[in-house]
């Protein structure tokens, strides 16, 4: 009696044990979420956010010549509305003028004090020759009058005659000698008056180039349109307040809107996927329902450091195949960029596949259900989007996998691809 009850204990227990294990391995498969792989066209797809702008414009710009001015850089101090329709010759935008009208006041000082000085010098060589010219007249009137006592004293003794010769040949001599020196005074004043007047000369045509340069300082639209904000180098607008740089003084611009491009940018690990031609899907932020077709026209070959991000990025242009009214400069859009197509394959969920390091080797695979239990199934990959990645090999269409890591893993069996088990 005694050894059937520890039988029937013995086989209570087994019976127990092989329950419990099959309840456990049925719940491991139930617990988690689980798909079957997809089969059909797959899309590899690239989504940026990108911004709308005219692929042709015109430039509204301040003032052209303000570094032969030493003017470097200037603020803005009036700006119309962003958007805002403008005919020719309408006000744009107004900067700050306060430091080329400081040069001007310098430039007007200077021109009266040259003025001044012309006018001083003139008269001073007015005065000067004026006498030189009378001292030149007295020894003229006085050269003639020895030159009649010399001719008078021909019948007198040779020493009256000789003493009026020599009388004559003095006063002759001084003649000749102030009349070179009345030369030299005459030479001297038009060159001294010269000077001043060329210095006068330099500052009224600086004047005149730096009341041009003055004058720019009002913008006014070069033609008719909509204008649209200029963007400094790190990509802000340039707003009332910003800085124009004398090299660069684009204040805004006029686009041609019936040809629109969207410009995003693409990071350096996905840049290279990123190929001309590539078909695009654009929609709106402003209008989600809108879908509007186009194409990658540029990609940058060298990359750049947006504000804000240590990463970097490459600009890529895209040109949308139709435009209408809608369609505005500064529009958010979102681009579908086309990467790849492949009309029949395998696909899974991205948060199906996993990674495990084997032997130094990177290996893909998913937690797929077989029977009662769940296995490591090693699988090969191909194209990717970014949602679902490709299944080249290792699973069919019938099989299932988990969505996510079950609980417990650790003794989970690994098959590979070109074994049946490892």
């Known amino acids: 009696m005694k050894k059937i009850i520890i039988t029937i204990v013995v086989l209570a227990l087994v019976g127990a044990a092989i329950w419990a294990y099959f309840n456990y391995f049925q ?36 003032p052209q010549h303000a570094r032969s001015v030493g003017i470097w850089q200037m603020k803005i101090n009036k700006l119309v509305e962003e958007g805002t329709i403008v005919k020719l010759g309408d006000f744009v935008a107004e900067l700050d003028k306060s430091e080329i009208m400081t040069k001007i006041k310098e430039i007007q000082l200077n021109i009266q004090k040259n003025e001044s000085q012309f006018l001083q010098s003139k008269l001073d060589s007015s005065l000067t020759l004026s006498s ?40 002759e001599r001084s003649f000749t000698q102030s ?39 009002t913008i006014l639209a070069p033609a008719e349109g909509m204008v649209i904000y200029a963007r400094e180098w790190s990509g802000r607008r340039k707003v009332v307040g910003s800085t124009v740089d004398a090299w660069y003084p684009i204040v805004a611009t006029l686009p041609d809107l019936t040809v629109m491009e969207s410009v995003t940018y693409v990071n350096e690990v996905d840049i290279q996927k990123i ?28 990359g750049e450091q947006k504000s804000g991000s240590n990463a970097k990025v490459f600009e890529v242009v895209i040109e949308l195949s139709e435009t209408d009214s809608s369609l505005l400069p500064a529009m958010t859009t979102s681009n579908e960029i086309l990467i790849d197509k492949l009309e029949k394959a395998l696909y899974i969920p991205l948060e199906g596949l996993h990674t495990e390091n084997i032997e130094n080797e990177k290996k893909y695979f998913v937690y797929k259900k077989d029977k009662s239990k769940i296995v490591k199934k090693e699988v090969k ?11 080249e090999s290792g699973l069919t269409v019938d099989d299932e996998i988990l969505l996510s890591e079950p609980a417990e893993k650790s003794e989970i069996e690994f098959i590979t691809i070109s074994k049946n088990k490892k």
């Open 275 to 302: 190929k001309e031609k590539q078909p695009v899907k654009i929609s709106l932020d402003a209008n989600p329902d809108k879908r509007i077709t186009g194409k990658v026209v540029k990609v940058a070959n060298i």
């Open 132 to 171: 030189a010219r009378d001292e030149l007249e007295n020894l003229k009137f006085n050269m003639e009058e020895k030159k009649l006592l010399k001719e008078q004293s021909k019948y007198e003794a040779p020493s009256i005659i000789r003493q009026a010769e020599i009388d004559y040949e003095r006063i």
């Open 179 to 217: 009349l070179k020196n009345y030369q030299t005074k005459v030479k001297q004043a038009i060159a001294k008056i010269n000077v001043i007047y060329t210095d006068l000369v330099k500052e009224q045509q600086k004047l005149q180039q730096y009341t041009e340069v003055l004058d720019q300082f």
């Open 27 to 62: 719940a491991v498969a139930t617990e988690y979420v689980t798909v079957k792989p997809k089969y059909g066209e797959f899309l590899s797809i690239a989504t940026t956010t990108g911004e709308l702008r005219a692929k042709n414009s015109m430039e509204i710009r301040g």
């Open 381 to 391: 990959i191909g194209i990717m989007n970014q949602n679902e990645v490709v299944i």
